[in-house]
């Protein structure tokens, strides 16, 4: 029997990042030594206000307010909501991934580029059976996906082939479809498009917004990623290449934020955030 006893997590810090690795960690904290988060305003991306100001002109300021929630509204307000459940709810505590790694012993490197020879020497310093890609944005060359003895895993929140890039949820519903759910992949040297080991239709009801959607199937990521480790701890993991090139889907345009909005599909709201989040 196949024993997986180090785990390396790639991620951004996120709200939906926090989600999955506070569910993951009740599993495997044990198990993780390193978590890699990308530093998403240094190297090629540009800075803060450089990015800013390119995806206001890019794709407005409504899609704008969805990534700042995303990734800078919610930290401060899990510091007011965390506040008030010491008075109301004492039992009731949103982690953040540094709490994480706290509570769980879990070193954290912060880099513009994972693949640069600093950060593959610490990866592989780490000897890590497994590293898992959940929520990340940089692509991951083979340097470091084939440090793993059981490779590199990517958790992709979209049905592959279809839907492959960094929002595929938003698509999804743009599209008008009827079907969601997960896909766990090996990585290779482009985007979504390795091997597949779980793809897995969610029941997610009828989603109302891009937010509400992303709850629902992030929820449910860290138990078909375990479902996936215990795939191959019991040596029955089985993959398969991707029937099709798919489609591949980028930021949206401003056009594409107003499409969405005369469907009645929204990107977020408030109600839905306190509901799912907090």
């Known amino acids: 029997m196949t024993k997986i006893n180090n785990i390396v997590i790639f991620t951004i810090d996120s709200l939906y990042s926090n989600i999955i690795l506070d569910k993951l960690s009740h599993s495997f904290g044990h198990k993780i030594s390193l978590i890699c988060i990308s530093d998403r305003y240094k190297g090629k991306h540009g800075s803060f206000f450089h990015q800013l100001k390119k995806n206001l002109t890019d794709s407005g300021m409504h899609f704008v307010n969805y990534l700042s929630i995303v990734f800078i509204y919610y930290k401060f307000l899990v510091i007011i ?31 513009e580029d994972i693949n640069k020879k600093e950060v593959e020497e610490i990866i592989k310093k780490n000897n890590p059976d497994l590293i898992i890609s959940v929520y990340f944005d940089q692509l991951i060359k083979d340097n470091i996906f084939s440090i793993p003895k059981y490779q590199t895993i990517n958790l992709h929140p ?26 766990v992949h090996y990585v290779d040297k482009l985007y979504d498009t390795g091997d597949v080991i779980l793809r897995k239709e969610i029941d997610v ?32 993991v089985e993959s398969f290449p991707q029937k099709s090139k798919g489609s591949y889907y980028s930021f949206p345009k401003k056009n594409d934020v107003k499409e969405m909005k005369k469907s009645k599909i929204k990107l977020f709201t408030v109600k839905e955030f306190i509901r799912y989040f907090i």
């Open 205 to 236: 009801g009828n989603p109302k917004s891009v937010l509400g959607l992303d709850y629902k199937i992030f929820s449910r990521s860290a138990e078909f990623i375990k479902e996936v480790i215990d795939k191959i701890e019991n040596e029955k």
């Open 81 to 111: 909501f965390n506040w008030l459940n010491k008075i109301i709810s004492p039992d009731k505590n949103i982690k953040t991934i540094k709490q994480i790694a706290k509570i769980n012993n879990i070193s954290i490197l912060k880099t």
């Open 158 to 183: 979209a049905l592959l082939p279809d839907y492959k890039g960094p929002f595929p949820t938003f698509w999804a519903l743009k599209n008008n479809e009827k079907k969601f759910g997960l896909t």
